[in-house]
C-alpha cells in the first residue's frame, strides 16, 4: 500500500505543476495582455476614435430594427396604430395607392404592429367590412405570426409544438392571402405575402412558379418580391446555389436602373458563399456585379424604401474588395440603422457592422497622406 501512494503521489506532483503553470498563465493574460492584443485594441479605439470624427455612431446607439430611417409619416402612423388609432394608417395606404413598392412596405410594418396586437386592426376590419387595405395588413400579419410561433432557430432546435402551430397558421394565411387578392385583384402585395407560405411550407418548385407568374404580370421589378423569392430559391430552403444564381442574374439582366434589383447576385453570393477569405469577392464577375449595383444605387429614387439595403451590402463588398474609400461614402450613407445584409445573420449585428466600418475608415486614414 505504501508503494502504491508513493506511485501516486509521484503522479500528482506534474498534474499540479501543471495545473499552477494554466493558472499562472491564465492570470497573466487576464491582467498583463500579451502585445499583439494591446496592439489590436489600441488599433481598435483609434479607428473607433476616427470614426466618430467623422460623425459616425458607435455600436450602441445603432438601431438594430431598421436598415434606415423611416419617414416621419410612417413613423407617426404606426405611433397611432400602437395607440389604437387605426385611421391614420387606411389614410396612408390609400394616399401610396398603387405605388407597390412603398404599399408592400408599409403594410409589412402595419403587419408586424398587429402581429404583436391586433385590436386596431379588428376595429379596422369591422368598419370597413371589406376594405382592400385591412385585408392585406391582415394577410401578412397572420404570414408575420406563424414565423414568431416557429421562431427564430434551426428545425433540430424547434419543437413539434412549434411546427404545429407554425404549418397551421400559415394555412390560414393562404385564405387570408385569397381574399386580400380578390379584393384588390391588381395588387401583388398579397402574393409576396405568399412567397413567405411558400418557403414555410415548401411548395415545390413548380407552384413557385405559378405564384411568381402572378407577381411579376402586377409588379415586374418589385424589389420586396424578388428579395423574398431568392431566399425561396436558395439552398437552404427549397432551391440550390446554382437556381438561386440564375434567378439573381436573370432578374438583375432584365430590370430597368434604379431598381435596385442589381442586389440580387451580391445576395446570392452572400447567402452561398462559405470561403475564409476575399478570393472569391474579388473575381471579375464580383467587382463588375458592385459596379452594376453602385450605378444602379446612383439612378435610384433617393426615397425608395429599400435603397438603403443596397448600400449596406456595397459598402461590406467594396470593403472587400479594397475600395475603401467608396465603402466609406456608402457608410455614411447609411450608418446609425444596421438591420441589413450582412450584418443582420450575425448575434452581435452592431458590434459586426462597425467592426468592418472601422475598418475601412482607418484603413482610408491611413491611405490619406500616401495620397497627398
Not at 387570408?176 to 412567397?195: F, Q, S
Amino acid at each position: 500500500m505504501t508503494v502504491l501512494f508513493w506511485i501516486l503521489g509521484a503522479l500528482a506532483v506534474p498534474t499540479l505543476i501543471f495545473v499552477l503553470w494554466l493558472a499562472w498563465v491564465f492570470l497573466k493574460e487576464l491582467f498583463h495582455p500579451t502585445p499583439d492584443d494591446d496592439a489590436e485594441a489600441a488599433e481598435a479605439a483609434e479607428a473607433a476614435q476616427a470614426a466618430e470624427k467623422l460623425g459616425l455612431l458607435p455600436a450602441e446607439r445603432q438601431n438594430t430594427d431598421l436598415a434606415a430611417p423611416q419617414p416621419a409619416e410612417w413613423t407617426t402612423v404606426l405611433a397611432a396604430v400602437r395607440g389604437g388609432d387605426w385611421k391614420p394608417a387606411a389614410d396612408l395606404l390609400a394616399t401610396i395607392g398603387r405605388d407597390w413598392e412603398r404599399r408592400s412596405a408599409v403594410a409589412y410594418l402595419l403587419a408586424e404592429c398587429a402581429a404583436e396586437e391586433d385590436s386596431w386592426l379588428l376595429a379596422w376590419e369591422t368598419e370597413r367590412r371589406d376594405d382592400p387595405d385591412a385585408a392585406v395588413v391582415r394577410a401578412r400579419s397572420t404570414v408575420i405570426l406563424a414565423w414568431k410561433l416557429r421562431g427564430g432557430k434551426r428545425a433540430e432546435y424547434t419543437t413539434r409544438e412549434q411546427f404545429d402551430a407554425f404549418h397551421r397558421t400559415l394555412a390560414g394565411a393562404r385564405e387570408e392571402i385569397a381574399r386580400a387578392a380578390a379584393l384588390n385583384p391588381d395588387d401583388p402585395t398579397p402574393y409576396v405575402a405568399e412567397i413567405w407560405v411558400a418557403l414555410g411550407l415548401g411548395y415545390p418548385n413548380a407552384q413557385m412558379d405559378t405564384l411568381w407568374a402572378e407577381i411579376t404580370e402586377r409588379a415586374p421589378h418589385h424589389y420586396e418580391a424578388h428579395f423574398s423569392a431568392l431566399q425561396y430559391w436558395c439552398a437552404k430552403w427549397r432551391g440550390s446555389e446554382r437556381l438561386a444564381a440564375e434567378f439573381a442574374e436573370r432578374a438583375a439582366a432584365d430590370a430597368p436602373l434604379g431598381s435596385l434589383l442589381t442586389a440580387l447576385p451580391l445576395i446570392a453570393h452572400f447567402e452561398h458563399d462559405e470561403s475564409e477569405d476575399t478570393e472569391a469577392d474579388n473575381t471579375p464577375q464580383m467587382r463588375a456585379r458592385v459596379d452594376a449595383a453602385l450605378a444602379d444605387a446612383a439612378a435610384a429614387d433617393p426615397s425608395h424604401p429599400r435603397l438603403p439595403e443596397l448600400r449596406h451590402l456595397l459598402a461590406f463588398y467594396l470593403h472587400l474588395q479594397d475600395r475603401n474609400k467608396a465603402a466609406l461614402e456608402q457608410f455614411k450613407l447609411v450608418d446609425g440603422h444596421v438591420n441589413a445584409l450582412p450584418w443582420r445573420y450575425r448575434g452581435d449585428m452592431a458590434g459586426y457592422y462597425c467592426q468592418v466600418r472601422d475598418t475601412v475608415v482607418r484603413t482610408v486614414a491611413e491611405a490619406a497622406p500616401a495620397a497627398a
